[in-house]
């Protein structure tokens, strides 16, 4: 690859996971600046990886960070969080990064925003999401930095906090009300959007470009979840919610203390279509089907817990 040296921010989550090692396979030395790095140890054995602690929001560490490297990839996304939260992560990071590219001589910046992504959006997520992207778009633009960036659906693949959570959840409960059930998403693999990631690094076609990424079919949640007990072999009942008693639920979540099962700010994204008219662009090849690789939740039962419990340990 012509890009050999790059800096993954928020490479230690999910689809950071499935990307870092991609580019390590395809030969390139990786960075992955991480809050805690004990957290992300599995992908430091990689030979041509390297994991360090490090305040990405601090510019003079992003300077240093970025400094010889040929190309940045940030990944850092929060699904909840207060407004001043949001705008930190999708913003002001972001901003930081571009100017950062910049001022280290790195000519490539790779940035993942997020299908639904609209600065009108009722939904903070949303709304941080779509400015984000417009600032580091217009600063490539001005300041002759290549950058493209992508708007995936929600993603699917093993180490997934989506498709895996519902199997968590109909594994525990006979009878499972959905919030959201009417809500469209055009699932795409991580596999798919780790390529379409690797393949843009040297794709000069895709500088400027802002890509949906979507896998071949469009479902609702409800199907989603019904598709996911069928996988398990569970037989359960399923309440859809209408939208009423959906906001009431994800109230009723926000109150809970720890880790968010929903949000008000999760109820206003889903209140939109999430789906890509175009399908997933051709340039990246074609997508993979769920139901080709779905059975990875089966190795997500007690008998892998180790694996899971750590992961939501986060540790
Ligand atoms: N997963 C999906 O379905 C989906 C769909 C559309 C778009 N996206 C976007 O894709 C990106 C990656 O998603 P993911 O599922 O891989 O998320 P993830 O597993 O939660 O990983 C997010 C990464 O962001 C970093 N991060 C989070 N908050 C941070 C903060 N305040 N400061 C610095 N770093 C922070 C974390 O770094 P640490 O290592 O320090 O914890 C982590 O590595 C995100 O931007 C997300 O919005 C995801």
Known sequence: MKHQNVCVIGGGGFVGHHLVSLLAARGCRVWVPTRRRQRVIDL???PTVEVLEADV??????RELLRGKDAAINLVG???GTRAEFERAHVELPRKIALACIDSGVGRLLHMSAL???AASQSFYQQTKARGEAEVMAIGQ???LAVTAFRPSVIFGPGDSFLTLFAELLRLAPVVPLAGAWARFQPVYVGDVARAFATALDAPETHGQVYPL???RVYTLEALLRLTARTLGLKRWIIPLDRSQSYLFARLMELKPGK???TRDNYYAMLSDNVCPDGFPAVFGQPTALE???DYLRGTGPHCGYERYRAQARR
């Open 142 to 144: 001005a300041q002759g």
């Open 260 to 262: 968010k099962l929903m």
């Open 57 to 62: 929001h601090d510019p003079a560490t992003l």
């Open 214 to 216: 979507c896998g071949p």
């Open 78 to 80: 929060i699904l909840h």
């Open 292 to 294: 080709a690789v779905i």
């Open 116 to 118: 639904g992504a609209d």
């Open 44 to 46: 430091a054995v990689l």
